[in-house]
C-alpha cells in the first residue's frame, strides 16, 4: 500500500466510449501525475499538476483530458480512443516537482484495453 | 535527445548477487532514481543517488558516477521474492523525470 489508489483496476471500452479514471492519494503530496506504460517501453509522462495548477503536458493527443479538482485527486478523461492506446494508466504523487529528492509514489494502476 | 539505457532481462541465481546497469545521456542532471515493480504492481522506490559513489540500503546498493552518465544497482543475496522489473530514472535539468524501459530480473532456485 503506498498511500495511492487507482479506480477502476481494469477497464474495457471501446472506441466510442467515454470513461474516467481516478486516483487519489493520501500522503499530502503537492504534485501529481500520469504516466503510461505499455510493454517493454519506457514510462511516459503525460501530464503533472503541482499545487493543482497543470504544468507539463507532454503532447498527449487531445482525447485524453486530465482534471485536478485538488491536490488529493486527479482524473483523467478518455473519449474516442484508439486500440494503441490499451495500456497501463499509473498515477503517482509527490511532496513537490523540484529540489530534495521528491520520490514519486505511484498508484496500482488501471489496465486499459481498448476495442 | 534523452535516453536511458538498461538491459532488457537479467538472470540470477537464489543467493547470489546481481549488478544492473544503468547508462543515461540527459539534458542536466538532477539525481537518479532506481524503483522495483512487481508484475502487475506499481513501482515502488529504491534508491536515489545525486552525488558520485555508493549509497547501501539493506540488501540493495545504488552506485553513481555522474562523469560517466553510469549507475548500477546491486542486489545482494538474492532471494524469489526479487523477481522483478527494475527501473532506472534520471531527473533532467527540467526536474522532469526520464525513464529507462525496465530490467526484468529472473531468479531461480
Known amino acids: 500500500e503506498t498511500g495511492v489508489t487507482q479506480t477502476p483496476r481494469h477497464l474495457v471500452m471501446g472506441m466510442t466510449n467515454k470513461k474516467s479514471l481516478k486516483c487519489e492519494q493520501h500522503l499530502g503530496h503537492n504534485a501529481m501525475y500520469w504516466y503510461k506504460q505499455s510493454a517493454k517501453k519506457p514510462l511516459e509522462l503525460m501530464f503533472v499538476?503541482?499545487?493543482?495548477?497543470?504544468?507539463e503536458n507532454n503532447s498527449v493527443p487531445s482525447r485524453f483530458s486530465p482534471e485536478c479538482p485538488n491536490s488529493s485527486h486527479l482524473f483523467l478523461h478518455l473519449h474516442t480512443l484508439q486500440p494503441e492506446d490499451s495500456a497501463l494508466y499509473l498515477c503517482?504523487?509527490?511532496?513537490?516537482?523540484?529540489?530534495?529528492?521528491?520520490?514519486?509514489?505511484f498508484g496500482p494502476g488501471t489496465r486499459l484495453t481498448v476495442t | 535527445g534523452q535516453n536511458i539505457d538498461q538491459p532488457t532481462e537479467m538472470t540470477a541465481t537464489e543467493g547470489a548477487i546481481v549488478q544492473i546497469n544503468c547508462t543515461y545521456q540527459t539534458s542536466g542532471f538532477n539525481g537518479l532514481f532506481w524503483y522495483q515493480q512487481h508484475a502487475g504492481e506499481a513501482p515502488t522506490f529504491l534508491s536515489y543517488n545525486v552525488l558520485d559513489g555508493l549509497e547501501e540500503k539493506g540488501r540493495f546498493s545504488s552506485f553513481l558516477s555522474r562523469s560517466k552518465g553510469y549507475s548500477y544497482l546491486l542486489l545482494k543475496e538474492l532471494q524469489m521474492k526479487d523477481s522483478a522489473s527494475y527501473l532506472c530514472?534520471?531527473?533532467?535539468?527540467?526536474?522532469?523525470?526520464?525513464w529507462g524501459a525496465g530490467t526484468k530480473l529472473i531468479i531461480k532456485p
Open positions: 499538476y503541482n499545487f493543482k495548477e497543470q504544468t
Open positions: 503517482a504523487s509527490s511532496q513537490g516537482t523540484s529540489g530534495d529528492a521528491y520520490e514519486q509514489y
Open positions: 530514472a534520471v531527473r533532467d535539468s527540467n526536474y522532469q523525470l526520464i
